[in-house]
């Protein structure tokens, strides 16, 4: 139990410091390429907080145990939006640039339609399906870069040039490295810990790992917000839980197809057709709508959001 405890706090550790230089590599190649914070958010901050859902799917499908990496994902996506974003809005709302905006939601909601049409449909996710998603996250990657290309202008590309990028590619690399070691351990441990103290298992697969794996999301978050860049934060959210459909569950099943777990059961259906696919729908229209329509978040998004995510999880302990 006390190298369980110690490598927990190692975990968390590593969490704080790779989160701080992650944002500071991202932010700092954002300021020098003249990309906005939404934008690098959106993409390379977004890969490397997804890292730990990517591999703790991934082993999951690998190991037979699909509702990892089914649960995984979806989970992710409920957590990110409704806790962790969440936070920072009913902290600090802010503005917003509707045109950066709109790739990424546009993506998300279209590889969420094909998501529920092909769990939905026969309940079995193939692996052509899960080239389909993967696909889907190479095209936004490349429309994302093309898209930061023809914003620039010429005295941006002759900074590109002189400006040396290795201290901030340094931060950006280490900085995900540690974030995905952190969650690692903090996973592991943290469930070593709670079964230690008698908690049910139940409860550690909805905390424990769920939260676990969006601990990077979260330490990015809370400190894009202390650096003043909360749109990174924003745009970090909407890519990370575009690519936990598109990444996380396209690697997954790409690498072994799987039916979709039956684990608990809602007025005689699948409980996940019911609860878990239609509150994660359901919470992302809630963040993105306002922003989209108005320009900016609202503090009752946060406090809406986090209600929301608090009756979810209470709903899970009790079925």
Known sequence: MLVAILLFIVGLVLLII???????????????????????????VSIGTTLPEVMVSATGALEGHPQIAYGNAIGS???????????????KPSTVNKKTM????????????????????????TR??????????????ILQIKSAKENKTEEEIEEEQNTPLWKDILFLVLGAIAIAFGADFLVDNGTIIAKGLGVPESV???????????????????TSLRKGHGLLSLGNIIGANLFNLVLVSGVSIALSPFAVPVEKVLFGMNASFIL???????????????PLIKGRLYRWQGITLL?????????????
């Open 276 to 290: 878990d696919i239609p509150v994660m729908l359901s919470v992302m229209a809630l963040l993105v709508l306002p």
């Open 102 to 125: 709109k790739l990424p939601v546009i993506f998300f909601f279209t590889a969420a339609l094909l998501y529920c049409i092909f769990a939905y449909g026969d309940a079995f996710f």
């Open 204 to 222: 550690i697969a909805l905390t424990f790992v769920a939260l676990g794996t969006s601990l990077p999301e979260l330490v990015t978050a809370i």
């Open 18 to 44: 790779g989160g701080d230089k992650f944002v500071d590599g991202a932010t700092g190649i954002a300021k020098k390429f003249h990309v906005p914070d939404l934008l690098i958010g959106a993409t390379v």
């Open 77 to 91: 996506i409920i957590c990110n939006t409704a806790l962790i974003c969440a936070i920072t809005i009913a902290a």
């Open 307 to 319: 209600i929301i995510y608090a009756c979810y999880c209470g709903i899970q302990f009790f079925l």
């Open 128 to 141: 052509l399906e899960g080239i389909i998603l993967l696909s889907i996250f190479v095209v936004y990657i």
